[in-house]
């Protein structure tokens, strides 16, 4: 079952301060986990997780997690928690146009001749599709 999208959705996170071996960073309701060296890298990188992990619940169709109130959360010694928000058309809009692989088989003579003249494949191949698509 195909779950509802949501713009905007808040978390709250526990920034675990571990000394010189810098900010842990956990998302209980959601069950996932990184680190950062500083305090604006530990920001950052809470909304990146919360965001990416939620475009995977949303690509696999599943349920996202309700947040917990942060009156919920259980800290520990060097926790604090802040609430983290993820606007996701803009995180959605950045996966839709993320560059993919695609292997291609060409004669190798073309190949030489393509290399001789420095053409770029990918760049080639995307003009190509977007001009037989009749895409501008």
Request: glycine share 2%.
């Amino acid at each position: 079952m195909k779950t509802k999208q949501k713009d905007i959705y808040v978390y709250p996170v526990i920034f675990r301060n571990e000394g010189e071996k810098g900010i842990a960073i956990l998302v209980p309701d959601l069950d996932v986990a990184t680190c950062a060296e500083t305090e604006e890298k530990a920001f950052l990188a809470s909304r990146e997780l919360i965001s990416i992990t939620i475009m995977g619940l949303e690509e696999d169709g599943e349920r996202i997690p309700p947040a917990s109130s942060v009156s919920e959360i259980a800290l520990e010694k060097n926790d604090t928690v802040s609430l983290i928000d993820v606007f996701m058309p803009a995180v959605r809009l950045a996966n839709r146009n993320k560059a993919v692989n695609r292997t291609v088989t060409l004669p190798a003579w073309l190949n030489a001749k393509a290399l001789e003249y420095n053409i770029n494949f990918s760049q080639l191949l995307q003009e190509a599709i977007k001009k037989e698509l009749h895409l501008s």
